[in-house]
């Protein structure tokens, strides 16, 4: 029985005859055509006016949040469930992460909570469109405008998701974009950074990339980082892009799949809720029962597939601990699983897939 992993790749299209591109022509580091092309045709694609490329997802967020200037002293609201990345760059740039709750049918942040958090040293609000659903983006930009707090988006989980037809990362003061192989699209490595103001945008330019001077060679005037994408990334990056649609399309159909097989059973699939486009970045489910949870995992890794669980609550994990409960990201991240969700699976898979989850339950109600 062959081994079903939760993601695979797609490399198709010209992914292959640009990376031989890079290699026959020599451009393999950070200067290259296929930087800039890969940002534009990124921007047009999300509906932004500019894009700048970055080595990941985690070095996008630390890049937004310094750009913004988020720094020591200053509190930023996150949920507590979501991938350790959103916390550990607040944490990075010496600001305090203060974790909200989450909602448990779409699984992001509960605006509520935000507004319940906010104190005269709240700065920003981040926004983490979870496994491919869209927080509520009315909400959240509402109270920021009200309150005066700068927002940023984390999208890495979030390419080819909308609300009311807009891009995720067209709402906030700057957003990111991670490429990491298990991303619907990827560069193996890789990231992205949109901001709204011109200003943000070239102070994130800068920070990638030293700080260097635009007008005199090797002068540097801050301090920054290299945080740059290499040309064959971007080349991997634009061919992925090319064909995203289909890919897109193709997750949105093994979706529909697994919500028709598993209709019945004591568990929730995520489900897009309200005026959005879920692009599934992951599909999930969530059992009834937790104590189910880990049994249901091992029974599919008999199977020989592979799941994931749900991100573990930041506010739980020893480095960045606080004591508070949060009892919806508790109880979802306790229940939930991600089941393989990658564009390249077969019909003959997901009803493997499917009926291992349903025998599982089966023989437990027996
Ligand atoms: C919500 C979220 N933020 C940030 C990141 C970081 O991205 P990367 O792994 O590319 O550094 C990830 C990665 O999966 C993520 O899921």
């Known amino acids: 029985m062959a081994r079903i992993p939760v993601y695979e790749p797609f490399l198709g299209g010209n992914v292959s005859a640009y990376v031989n591109e890079c290699l026959t022509t020599g451009w393999i580091s950070s200067r290259g055509a296929f930087i800039s092309r890969f940002e534009n ?20 967020l630390h890049l937004a949040l310094e750009a913004l200037g988020i720094g020591a002293g200053d509190e930023v609201i996150v949920p507590s469930f979501t991938y350790v990345a959103s916390i550990n760059t607040i944490l990075q740039t010496g600001a305090k992460p203060v ?3 989450s909602l448990p049918d779409t699984l992001q942040v509960d605006p509520h909570a935000i507004r319940n958090a906010i104190t005269p040293k709240t700065r920003a609000v981040m926004a983490v469109h979870l496994y491919g659903h869209p927080c509520d983006m009315d909400a959240i930009p509402a109270l920021c405008r009200e309150n005066d707090l700068l927002l940023i988006e984390d999208c890495a989980e979030g390419f080819g998701t909308r ?4 891009h995720v990362g067209r709402f906030g ?7 990491f192989g298990n991303k619907t ?41 290299n945080y740059r994408m290499t040309n064959i990334q971007a080349a991997i990056g634009l061919a992925q892009l090319e064909i995203a649609d289909s ?7 093994i979706a529909q799949s697994y919500k028709q097989a598993l209709a019945g059973l004591p568990l929730q699939t995520h489900e897009p809720i309200g005026p959005v486009d879920h692009s599934f970045w992951m599909c999930s489910l969530l059992v009834d029962d937790p ?16 799941t994931r669980p749900f991100f573990s609550p930041a506010h739980l994990m020893p480095h960045c601990r ?14 939930g699983i991600n089941l393989p969700s990658y564009p390249g699976l077969t019909p003959e898979q997901l009803e493997r897939i499917c009926d291992a989850v349903a025998s599982f339950f089966r023989s437990n109600l027996r």
Not at 163 to 166: C, E, H, I
Not at 299 to 304: D, F, G, M, R, S
Not at 322 to 335: H, Q, V, Y
């Open 41 to 60: 045709a990124f921007a047009e694609y999300v509906g932004a006016e500019q894009a700048t490329s970055v080595a990941n997802g985690t070095v996008a």
């Open 99 to 101: 974790y909200v709750d």
């Open 163 to 166: 609300w009311k037809g807009q």
């Open 173 to 179: 003061d700057a957003a990111t974009f991670s490429f």
């Open 185 to 225: 699209i990827t560069t193996g490595e890789g990231g992205m950074v949109l901001a709204r103001s011109a200003d943000v945008m070239d102070r994130c330019r800068r920070l990638k990339s030293q700080g260097v001077s635009l007008d005199r060679e090797y002068w540097h005037d801050m301090l920054a980082y």
């Open 247 to 253: 890919l897109l399309g193709q997750k949105k159909i």
């Open 291 to 306: 104590t189910q949870r880990d049994p249901l995992r091992r029974h599919l890794a008999e199977n020989e597939i592979e």
């Open 322 to 335: 606080a004591d508070i409960t949060l009892p919806i990201a508790e109880n979802i991240s306790a229940r």
